[in-house]
T-cell receptor, first 107, second 111 residues
Framework: KNEVEQSPQNLTAQEGEFITINCSYSVGISALHWLQQHPGGGIVSLFMLSSGKKKHGRLIATINIQEKHSSLHITASHPRDSAVYICAVFGNEKLTFGTGTRLTIIP | DAGITQSPRHKVTETGTPVTLRCHQTENHRYMYWYRQDPGHGLRLIHYSYGVKDTDKGEVSDGYSVSRSKTEDFLLTLESATSSQTSVYFC??????????FGPGTRLTVL
């Protein structure tokens, strides 16, 4: 069993829909990261959080440490949000990654 | 954007040849990482460094070695490349906050 599990693996939605991507982990962590990888391959860090909730524009990330679960939400989704979203947990100076969720937003 | 570059960006080589990938940063960050990304596996840690001459293995370190003689440079060497090492390689850096900044990636093909 992977230490970091993401769901769904693939998600297709219409422009404007509310998007939720989930991440569950089985190890102790000091922080959780959400990353975005565009079709060109570049990886960008969206959020790093260890408790509660963070918001940046239309993106919201939450984490529940007791349940070992995090969610990434996108409000008013747009085709430019199409990308692979990767959850990663940080512990012992290292990141362990989920396999990613491929999001496609159709105009 | 964090100042992090990788070279080369693309490389095709033959089985059995040595290959060195370079990661260069201008941020003076303490931590540097090498990952590989393969379909179905996501990103996996190969080696990382927590200071000059201080390195440690990740989960997929077999067949790879690293060196860090300067803060700004972290080299990944494949002593004798194999087809299973065909992958996209990412370097990343982080400071004490452990937020990671990724390089643009190197696509390596071993024939």
């Amino acid at each position: 069993k992977n230490e970091v599990e993401q769901s769904p693996q693939n998600l297709t939605a219409q422009e404007g829909e509310f998007i939720t991507i989930n991440c569950s982990y089985s190890v102790g962590i000091s922080a959780l990261h959400w990353l975005q990888q565009h079709p060109g391959g570049g990886i960008v860090s969206l959020f790093m959080l260890s408790s509660g909730k963070k918001k940046h524009g239309r993106l919201i990330a939450t984490i529940n440490i007791q349940e070992k679960h995090s969610s990434l939400h996108i409000t008013a989704s747009h085709p430019r949000d199409s990308a692979v979203y990767i959850c990663a947990v940080f512990g012992n100076e290292k990141l362990t990654f989920g396999t990613g969720t491929r999001l496609t937003i159709i105009p | 954007d964090a100042g992090i570059t990788q070279s080369p960006r693309h490389k095709v080589t033959e089985t059995g040849t040595p290959v060195t990938l370079r990661c260069h940063q201008t941020e003076n960050h303490r931590y540097m990482y090498w990952y590989r990304q393969d379909p179905g596996h996501g990103l996996r840690l190969i080696h990382y460094s927590y200071g000059v001459k201080d390195t440690d293995k990740g989960e997929v370190s077999d067949g790879y070695s690293v060196s860090r003689s300067k803060t700004e440079d972290f080299l990944l060497t494949l002593e004798s490349a194999t087809s299973s090492q065909t992958s996209v390689y990412f370097c990343a850096i982080s400071d004490h906050s452990f937020k990671q900044f990724f390089g643009p990636g190197t696509r390596l093909t071993v024939l």
